[in-house]
Structure formats: structure tokens, C-alpha cells
């Protein structure tokens, strides 16, 4: 995908001023947090599974060649085949050569970030393909041409009425009177359109939620069971995902799945979580002929073993970016790139350079919301921290901010001359001020906004001095 | 009490010593309360955060170090601010993880770190103060006290022993103001919607005034009620809790 996370400033600014982005961002404090709460709440282990959870990732990405190297062993034995792709390029092409091997005109798919990340649908269409998106939130913005604002609710930036006339515009079939203000009208449409792309589709792609190296299976969790029908209906199935997704095994899974969900939606399990271990056998029912899985790296092997590692604990749940109040005021488009939200902001310099990327990890106020929630326990304040310190170290941090920075930090260096000008500075300032400026030199970002308390007067310091003798030092 | 009592030094902060000088005395007259003999050490500046948080680590170590240096040898160091304490006690010793001599001294440092409203319940032992406040309070719970130090019942349980106050929490009290050091005026659109949320959310309680325990944030809160033109006056709670309320609240003049 292309990026525009160099304009975030931009971006920001003309997503707060978006009255219409602002109506269904509410919903995203509304709908997640409570519910979160409520979950976490009712399960007494609930902060012993994260412990545990966030265990059993860190011992696989310790391990994670060998665990790698067992998954394909599985999957092969199990008739399906692992495709390693080191880039999203590699990625595209393994997938649209299996597409094309089989003569495939249309795909249905899954919701998939990593299908995102690598802009799949671009490329397949570009290449005579036509992709259908099966989850709801999927579909719509594919009908809009938009991307994701947001990993699990991928049409969260929209309000109903934006939707109800997309599908008044694009589904012309339908009588035009017909009622469609309801949520669950609009499901049942979209349902309509989709049941026969199901079964005109030769190739189903979905992400996956686990590779599980035990059994080489996958695993997706969903809540409207699209994926099911796409993975199980056409004659092959692809599975796009990047490789931290491994664990070890079964056990693994069920562990990680009682704080995803809870995480995620507040709820104690998703509605369908289903597993998919190679084709279909001569004993199966149904299932594809054919099962791929193009397994990407794309600069996360590079994490590895630095300070970005845990990281590649996150599973995708969306809790750090439900609770972010930066999040909340400009929604996931304004990020500029496919993840939004915290893991975003510490992921996304990972993929595409912190020079790129350079806004994310420092438009926030360390509030530490998103880590207070992270089920895999991620520290993501102290790595946004850690971009700060690199974009410092390599002098790409803006000149203005790094000027006054240095000459702040002079003087916090230097206690007596320190206190001498502050000294001078607030009884001036109180002066001036009474009680407040409207207006400031040097201030303009602060006083845009709001006005600056002015000093009460003298400082503690000299206050202090003139009440007490006898300090020690 | 016969024990001795224990030294303390104040860490003033930044932004009390130059812009609310009236924390620093209601910090060192509540300590003082609770037993303590209270010192300021002269040669301390900055926790150094916004170095720090600029990614700025040659900075914020040498900072941290005269920190360090300035508070050898109290029994403890109380900030009447859970950033600056949060600093002290959770990031210093992660800034000196190749000198192991300065890690010591800084580790040393931060098991006697406290934010001031929590040492004073969970150190000391307080249970309730002499101080009358009439009115209602609705109170902030600044983000690094909240959630790196777990700061939330303390201050509320000294408010309830204050004469005449009642406390009205507002809707989403955790949820941070939008200060952020720097990133105020680095993100001035961003940082101007949360605390506009904030304000919000402060003026449907109707309360007479708003407190919280960070300097940083009440700037930043009064800044944008004052600039609404709201009616709310703006304190530190250690104002309220020491009773040392005769000033004009933040961003307020005597002439009003
Ligand atoms: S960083 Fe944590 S909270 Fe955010 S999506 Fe990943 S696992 Fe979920």
C-alpha cells in the first residue's frame, strides 16, 4: 500500500475538523471500551491468560526458525504448501501465479491485513482479476475504494447513512423504495450480493489468526462466518499471513483465543473460529482442492532479537487503538499506512522506515492507555520511545524543535544560571500576564488553542529562599 | 512519634517553581503535617522528560544524574507530580543500563521516590486532612500517576476529608487531557480536540473547580476552560489538601 504517513500532520488536521469522521468515531468509545472492560472483568484469570499468552509468543519468537521450519513440515504432510515470501513483491506474485495456474477469473476474500499490507487487490486487478471482499465492513469500503481505518473494524470511520447510499448507489438490482435504514437490512443485502460471488469464485484468500506449528494448521476467528465460505466453497484456498503469526501448538491457541476476543469485542469467544489443515481429504465432505500458504516476512524477521521484538508478540485485536485518544480524535485513515493506533505507530516504521514514518510514534502523549489494555502485554510507549531516540539520533527530528530542545536542555544542565533566568522570567512574565495570555512569542502552537496561566509571581525557589534558611546544599 | 523524623527532599518541579510556587509550600506544609522534615535541594532544574520523551537520551541522562546527585542521601524524594515522580522512579534506571555504578545510584533513588498524595496515604499513613474547600470538585487523574504508579483512590480519600467539599467525577476522568509535553504543541490539532473533550466533559459536571495532581495538565485544562471562558477555577489538589487556597487559581489574576 501506498503511504502517506509523511502528511499525518496534514491529515490530522483535516480529520478533526471532520464532523461526519467525528459521529462514527464515537462509536468506536462507545461500542469497544465498556464492553472490554466487562469481559476483562468477569474473568478472575484474565491477567494471568495475558501473562500467559504474552509468554508463549515470547517463546516462540526465541525459537521461531524452528518453529517455521516444523509448520511447513506439517503443512506439506497435510498436501498443502508454504510459499516464503521475504516481500510484499514476492508476495503478490506467489499469490497471482497460483491464481493464474488455476485459470482463476474471480477470488473471494477474507478479511486480511496482510492482504493490505502487500495491496492485493490492486494487483490482481491490475492483472485481470477481480477480488471480492466477504466481510461486511471489507465489502464496503471496497465499494467506496477506500482502505481500513481500523484492523478489526475496517469500516468504522463510517457513519449507517454513508452506507445505506453506497448500496443504494452500486446494488441497482434492488427495487429503489426498498427500506434499508436498519443495520440488519443492510447485512441481509449485502449477504444477498455475496452468496453467489461464493460460488463463482475459483480462488478464496483469507488471512490467519494463528499458524499453528503442531498440526500445520490455520486459524481465522470471524464473526459473520465469510471466511468459513470463502476458504471452504472455491476449488483453492490462500492463506496470506506473515510469519510471527506461528505458535506452537493447539494448546497455544486456546490459551491466546481467551484474550483475543475479550480484548477485541468484549466478547468471551468470536462467533466462528475455525481451523484449516490442508486440502480436502478423500474422507472430507467439502473443502478446497488445493491449500496454499504464502507466508510473508516483509522486514519482521529484522526485528528480531532488537528492541522492536515484542512487537511481533500483537495479535491484531484493535484494544490499543479502541482506547487511544489520539486514535479517537482522527481515526485510522490519517495515519497514512495500513496498521493505525499505537501498534501502528510502532510497527508501521518497522515496514516502511522511520523516515517515512516518522510522525507515528511521536504523535502521542505517552499516555499509556494502549498498554494498560495490550493483552500480549506490549510496551508500546517505551518503543514509541525508542523511534524518538533513533529519529534523534540520525537528525531527523525537525531543526526548530531540536534547537529549542538543546537550549532548554543547557540550561537544565546548569542549576545556577538556570534559576537566575527563571528567576527573572516569572515575576516578568506574572507582570505581564494577569493571570493569563491570549497570545504569545514563540507560543503559537500552545496559544491557538488555549491561553497560557502566567506565573504566579516570584519562583518556589526564591520564595523558598527568602522564607527558610539552613537548606543543606 | 518518637522515631526520628524522615528527611525529605522536595522535588519541586519545573513548573511549580516557575509557575505555581504555591504547590511547592502546600507539598512541604502537608509533608510536614505527616511528620517529615522537608529540604530543597538547590542544585535540582528538571526530572527531564522533555528531553527524554524527545528521544533525547544523551540529555535526559545527564539531567538524570544531577538528579540523582542533588537527592543522595534523603530517606525520601517526593515530587507533587506523578510524572516527574514516574520519572524518577520507573525511567532512571533504565537510562543507565551500561554504567552500572550511576544504575545503582539511580535505582537507589527510585525505591525512595514518591509522588507526593500517595506518599503521603501509602508512606505516611494519612487518613484524612485539616483543610476547608466549600464546593464541588471534579478531579483529573493524570495519565503517568494513573497508570505507572497507580494513583486514583489516594487523592479522592483525603478530598472526602475536606470540609465542605463534594467530589463529582467527570465522564471519562482516566482519559488524558491531550498535554503530553511536547506534543502539545507538536500536534497542536490533535492535542486541542482531547482537551477540548476534556473541558467537555469538566463543565457537565458543573462542578466549582478542577483538580489534579500534574502541573503539566492543569496548564493545559485551564489554558482551554479559561479560553472558553468557563467558569471552572483550576487548582493542584495539594492547594485544596493543605488549605492553601487564598491565591488565584490557575490562569486567574487577583483582579479576576
Ligand atoms: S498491540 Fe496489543 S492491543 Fe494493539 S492490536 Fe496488538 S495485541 Fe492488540
Redesign the pocket.
Known sequence: MESSARAFKENARAAVADPQLKRALSHVKEGFIGKRAKAAAKLPEFEVLRDAARDIKNHTLDHLDLYLEHYERKVTETGGQVHWCPTAEDARRAVLEICRAVGARTVTKGKSMIAEEIALNDHLEANGITPVETDLGEYIIQLRGETPSH?IAPAVHLTKDLVEADFRAHHTAFPPERPLSEPRQLVNEAREVLRGKYLAADVGITGANFLVAETGTSVIVTNEGNGDLTQVLPRVHIVVASLEKVVPTLEDVSTILRVLAR?ATGQECSTYTTFSTGPRRAEDPDGPDQYHVVLLDNGRSSMLGGEFQDML?????????NHCPVYHAIGGHAYGWVYP???GAVLTPNLIGIEEAGHLPSASTFCGR?ES????R?P?PKMMRHWREREFERHLSPAGARAGLALWAFFAKRPSLYHFVTGMAAPLLAALGRGRFRRLPLAGGWTAHRDMPAPEGRTFRQLWAGRRQGESR | MSEKPPRVGLFVTCLVDLFRPTVGFAAAKLLEDAGCTVEVPRTQTCCGQPAYNSGDRGDARSIAARTVEAFEGYDYVVAPSGSCAAMLREHYPALFTDDPGMAAKAAKLAGRTYELVSFLTDVRGVTGVEARFPGSVTYHDSCSGLRELGIKHQPRALLATVDGLTLAEHADAEVCCGFGGTFCVKYPDISNTMVSEKADAVESTGADTLLAGDLGCLLNMAGKLKRRGAKTSIRHVAEVLAGMTEQPAIGESAEG
Open positions: 484492523i480484548s508478540r500483537c495479535i491484531r485485536c484493535g484494544a490499543c487503538m493506533g499505537p501498534m494502549c489494555v495490550c493483552p500480549m506490549i508500546l
